[in-house]
């Protein structure tokens, strides 16, 4: 009885318009009271301050901010010029370059919203202009931007392992493998929408010289995703440690290298960063004592015995979490849903012998693909404002692309090798 009114409580608050981060505060202090008396709201305090003391979380403003950097800094159209040299001169050439260009600034912000807001601008536009229709371009620019939280560095990746206790990492590892093939499923189906859209081709290659120019110049920008996974592995810094390194750096490219980032622009991006900062670490405060409460009055427990109830196997548990979270995916942000998913379906899944940085990797695939679906698909608002078009519109034109990362979703959920083997063969300690 308590399991439903819990729950249920937190969608009421929701559908009532209250913030998310509020609403799991509100329950959790209601359940408090009605189970213990307000004595226990010390617990409320103690909870907050133990969910966000966290060291790994140190990483995500960082992360945060230098994906802004880059963005201003002239990082983006860089990458995206590399992009277009490796794929640009094929069928769909620029709908190719869309994809490799996300692929590369995954590795620098970890970020989808970075990704769709700073490199989306230049693509979308670069596409429109070579004759793509916007909605196409569009669609594009939304579903290549979830591949950016999967390839390390990662700030979900961050928040999980900051809640499960689990090796950064060996998170950061896990990913690279389904990153690339999220890629590899989207230029897929790019390649047969060119054939069946007659999409125009790239322009040719360049001559030498100015190829040689284009690498040059980004080439500052291309050292920066090894030197973060480096720095990782060989034990130089933690991936919070490498976070700063990686601020630093794009702060140092914008403003002395590319000379592109003033200091009024820094002052702009400072802001912008604390203030994606706090809006996520307002949530993490206050869904820690929410969590609390779901372990001690032992909801995930009850949450178990009804999956069981309907199978035992593991594979149709898991493809029952993947449908609800798809589902919930498609109406609440993706780091809050995190967190309110995480204390309820990790003690499910260990129970049921899932590694959890396999599980971690299933989870935060599920909430990039509620990026791209209506209708609080986030990336589409992002995309949507660039391209002056209507959600509808993008929606009409997305759903075989994410079809296609569904596919992906579904390969990582029952081939747990494809994410855990990097991580096992680094020395991570996980089994794959």
Known sequence: MLVTAVLLG???VIMLGIPIAVALGLVAIGTMVATAGPDLLVIFIQRIYAGTSSFPLLAIPFFVLAGNLMNVGGTTERIFGV???CVGRIRGGLAHVNVVG????AGMSGSAIADAAGMGVIEHRAMTKAGYTGRFAATITAVSATIGPIIPPSIPFVIYGSLANVSVGALFMAGIVPGLLMAFALMA???VAAKWMDLPRGEGMPPLPIAARIVRSALPALMLPPAILLTILTGFATPTEAAVVAAAYAFVLGRFVYKELNWEDTVGVLWDSARQTAQVMFIIALAAPFGWV?????????????????S??????????NVALLVLGMFIEGVALMIIAFPVLLPVTVQLGIDPVHFGVILVLNLMIGLVTPPVGLCLYVVAGIAKLSIGEITR???????????????????????????HALGYGVTP
């Open 10 to 12: 937190v969608c009421v």
């Open 83 to 85: 992009a277009q040299l």
């Open 397 to 423: 034109e997305i759903w075989p692309y994410v079809l296609a990362l569904l596919g992906v979703l579904m390969l990582i959920t029952y081939v747990p090798a494809l994410s855990l083997w990097l991580p």
């Open 189 to 191: 189906v790019i390649a």
């Open 102 to 105: 996300s692929v590369i600034f």
């Open 294 to 310: 779901l372990v001690q009055q032992q909801i995930p427990n009850a949450v178990l015995n009804a999956l069981l109830t309907l």
């Open 312 to 321: 035992s196997e593991p594979w149709m548990i898991l493809l029952i979490i």
